[in-house]
């Protein structure tokens, strides 16, 4: 079913010598994983969320809704079951306490506001129908450490739908160390081919060092937007990762691709074709098709680990219970 094609990692570390290093004055290539896990890069640089005081501890979706309200920094204590949806406000910072707190059956949605942060919360079932994070009209997000699944690719693939949406014209988004696993639609960016005149020149996004595993789709789908993956571990996708779809500028690099059909695709699904650069990454029984080669420079600074060791290092360093 797939195609095989394997990169040697002695061709690997030459490629991020002469090609990543030299040619891109924004990337500063390593040989060995050592990015720091505390640290915010890529396109939402700048959000500062609540801030850095104490903050509202909640235990209930009661006080989870009221301190929203208010906004802040807001911890979780706890699994909050069946808050539904709740919107943030400008400047929140929302954070779980310790590995096991989060949302079941509820989510997270900023809409036409900005200055937002998540992070180290499991956020598992969104209500039905609905994501469990959508940004809509948002912009200056930090999505950070977080845990987002479902019940698996068994049963209706719209009873829920995404993990994390970023949708109408949101922009300045960063998306790091999460795992996502275990759900149909991963991650949309840009819902619609027929939105083009809100989302063009908008969603602008960065993925690094998320972990997918058991992601039927979107890993993440790009329409019109630009988006900026790498040092992600990919595996078990059956229909595709990262989409590039809507003359999408998407840029994939130091990733590591198992077991992935389509793990670089321009022409799916769409009225119109995407753009992508791959560079770097490392495929095992995984195939990628580029119609339209990309042109992406991220306009920030970044330091891109080696493929090799980043599915070894998110297996410790991604999800819950890593940042204090
Ligand atoms: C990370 O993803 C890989 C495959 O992409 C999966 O095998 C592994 O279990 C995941 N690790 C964790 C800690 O979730």
Redesign the pocket.
Known sequence: MYFIRSVGLSALAAGLVSGTSINDPGVVARQACSASVDELVGYGSGTTGGGSGTGTTVTSCAELASAAKVGGVIKISGTLTGCDIIDLKADTTVLGVGANSGLANGGFRVRRTGNVIIRNLNFHNPPEKKDLISLDQATQVWIDHC?FSSEGITGDKDRFDGLLDVTHASDFVTISWN?F?DHWKGSLVGHSDNNGDEDTGHLRVTYHHN????VNSRLPSVRFGTVHVYNS????TETSAVNSRMGAQVLVEGS?F?NTHLAVVTDLDSKEDGFATERNNLFVNSDTRITQAGSLKPPYAYTADDASCV?SV???Q??TGIIG
């Open positions: 845990d795992k696993h972990n997918w595993s058991n571990c990919y595996e078990g590591s198992t599915c998110l297996a410790s991604a999800g």
